[in-house]
């Protein structure tokens, strides 16, 4: 299967649909810490000057200042890299957003390996288990430009935190235009009877590329693509479990706390199936390209098959 | 912008209610946070008897000032103030730390009316004071925001992102204040990691920064009444203060930043603070 790759990147596509709401909504403001050029929010400054705040290279004040702008009523965008935003600045995310009720929408951008070239020290593979910890937080990865349209005018109503994992870069086209998402349901990508696949972010076309080969094979995969991570939908993956009976789950995360656990929990209280996880077995990040990377930590298509035909192994035996 | 004398007794009496309204509340419990609850009074009594624009009918009233109390461990002298301006009933300062009570050991703004922000975890308040300070800014509104750190707290890192963000800022619609009681809970801050010279530090933080006697309801009246005065700069008030203030088991005491303490010990102290005149406790 070929994806096609948008034009724009998910940074751009993210940016350009705040301002459409900043537009009509004077309480969104925007703070960075010194990445506004790579997070595009200088698009936002140049247009808004009197709502984007560059705090420098202090994250920890950052989240602290979205706080207390939230606490007048303004609708604060935090941006970092995902290492910062969510495990620099966790105790500020914890007590001064979430503990204190106050609606922070944090962005975290180059979660896992999309890091890349920066790096295991700038590599979160902790992000999502940090952030689900937290009571009332939402936590979403978009996966293309589509799903972020869509879901960006939600989570800027969202009287309750949020934390959105976002891959800068251009991301495959997933979703034809108009699709509509609602936060906290996942979205049936395709179906099948054999095994269900529940992916996110970068996962989402290799779990579709999985698929195709399993079909091939005679194996009929459902793919899931699970963008809410929390508060997952449960119901859907009950489902999935009750008819296919076989679940791989694939993130670009530790498979410790991140989806493929928030899966585990729901299965295994109300319908456990045998179940195999694709993600980053425990291990610090390191350097390289996203394709390197993802071969490295076996984050690929290879890697889900792999786990689809061991889970339909302890399914029929 | 000087104090008349009359001002000054009355909100020096206020400090005294305050302290004893807060010895009451911890009595009822048998331990707490009481030295950094008794060295912030005479700044609660002159922010609430006289400073601050509230209702407590109506405690989120969008024209309010706003207090921060980063140090949120001080919480139960505020819930002290709080009761004796009629926020909520006297009664509820018994609840103290009790299960399912609207007064917890550290200031919650969802729980007790009148708590403007969440603290606890030192360091936050700092910055959650300038980003409300930084949105009513943003909205024209010249409410106030009035923002207590404790010194001990001063060892924060995230203490100095804020001062050199709130410096930078230029925010005249707050002013911040440093209780320098020189204690903190494993003892006294020149033993553990000293501030040096803490004015000098705020100044190179491009803050108007100004040291008063942080017990002296007339020369804090004035430092916030200079501060307002000062456009186009972040104040700061460094009130020099003594741990355990007019509390007659924990002032001068050296662990006294949480302590246990006796029904007895307790009834004396508010007996000492009953029978002493004005500011002399």
Redesign the interface.
């Known amino acids: 299967m070929r994806f096609s790759i948008d034009e724009v990147a998910m940074k751009d596509a993210y940016i350009d649909a705040l301002m459409e709401l900043a537009e009509e909504n004077p309480q969104i403001?925007v703070l960075d810490a010194d990445l506004m050029n790579s997070n595009s929010t200088i698009k936002f400054l140049k247009r808004f000057p009197?709502?984007a705040?560059n705090?420098?290279v202090?994250e920890?004040?950052?989240?602290?200042?979205?706080?207390?702008?939230?606490?007048?009523?303004?609708i604060?965008f935090t941006h970092t890299f995902a290492c910062f935003n969510a495990r620099r600045a966790l105790?500020?995310i914890?007590?001064?957003v979430a503990?204190?009720?106050l609606p922070v929408k944090i962005v975290g951008t180059d979660p896992g390996v999309t890091a890349a070239f920066n790096g295991g020290t700038h590599m979160p593979l902790e992000d999502v288990g940090f952030l689900r910890g937290i009571p009332t937080m939402t936590v979403i990865e978009p996966v293309d430009n589509v799903m972020m349209r869509a879901i960006l005018p939600q989570v800027a109503a969202m009287d309750t935190p949020v934390y959105l994992r976002v891959n800068r870069k251009q991301p495959v086209k997933i979703y034809a235009p108009g699709t509509e998402f609602t936060i906290g349901k996942g979205k049936v990508l395709r179906d099948g009877d054999d095994l269900t696949i529940v992916a996110t972010g970068i996962l989402v076309p290799e779990a579709l590329e999985a698929a195709e080969a399993l079909a091939e094979e005679g194996i009929g995969a459902r793919v899931i693509n699970m963008f809410t991570i929390k508060p997952i939908d449960a119901e859907l993956l009950i489902k999935a479990a009750q008819e296919t009976g076989a679940v791989v789950t694939a993130e670009n995360h530790n498979v410790i706390n991140g989806l493929g656990s928030a899966v585990a929990e729901v299965l295994s209280q109300h319908h456990p199936v045998p179940m195999e996880r694709v993600g980053v077995q425990d291990l610090f990040g390191e350097v390289g390209s996203v394709e390197y990377l993802q071969q490295r930590f076996g984050l690929t298509s290879e890697a889900i098959v792999e786990k689809a035909k061991a889970v339909l192994g302890r399914k029929n035996s | 912008m000087m104090l008349e004398r009359e001002e000054q007794q009355r909100l020096e009496e206020l400090a005294k209610e305050i302290r004893i309204a807060t010895l009451e509340e911890f009595g009822h419990l048998g331990f707490g946070h009481i030295g950094g609850a008794m060295s912030i009074v005479e700044l609660l009594a002159v922010l609430y008897g006289k400073v601050m624009r509230y209702k407590p009918e109506e405690p989120r009233w969008d024209g309010r000032d706003w207090l921060v109390l980063s140090k949120g461990h001080a919480g139960p002298a505020l819930y002290a103030t709080l009761a004796l301006k009629g926020f909520f009933p006297y009664d509820m300062l018994k609840t103290l730390n009790q299960g399912g009570t609207n007064l917890p050991s550290h200031a919650d703004r969802n729980k007790t009316p009148g708590v403007d922000m969440t603290t606890g975890s030192l360091g936050q308040g700092m910055s959650t004071g300038l980003g409300v300070a930084l949105g009513l800014k943003m909205d024209g509104k010249d409410n106030y925001v009035y923002l207590v750190l404790g010194d001990g707290e001063c060892q924060e890192g995230q203490i100095w992102e804020g001062a050199l963000y709130g410096g930078n800022a230029k925010l005249d619609n707050l002013i911040v204040f440093v209780d320098y009681n020189k204690q903190q809970l494993d003892g006294y801050v020149d033993n553990i990691n000293p501030l040096g010279d803490l004015r000098a530090k705020w100044e190179t933080f491009g803050w108007f920064a100004q040291e008063v006697d942080g017990h002296d309801v007339a020369q804090i009246y004035e430092a916030i009444r200079r501060a307002q005065e000062v456009e186009g700069k972040s104040s700061v008030i460094i009130l020099h203060t003594i741990k355990g203030k007019g509390c007659t088991f924990a002032e001068g005491v050296e662990f006294n930043h949480h302590m246990r303490f006796t029904k007895e010990q307790i009834e004396q102290a508010i007996a000492a603070l009953k029978g002493a005149e004005g500011n002399a406790v």
């Open positions: 403001v009197e709502r705040i705090v420098g202090q920890a004040n950052m989240l602290g200042m979205a706080a207390g702008l939230a606490a007048v009523g303004k604060p105790d500020q914890y007590m001064s503990y204190a009720q």
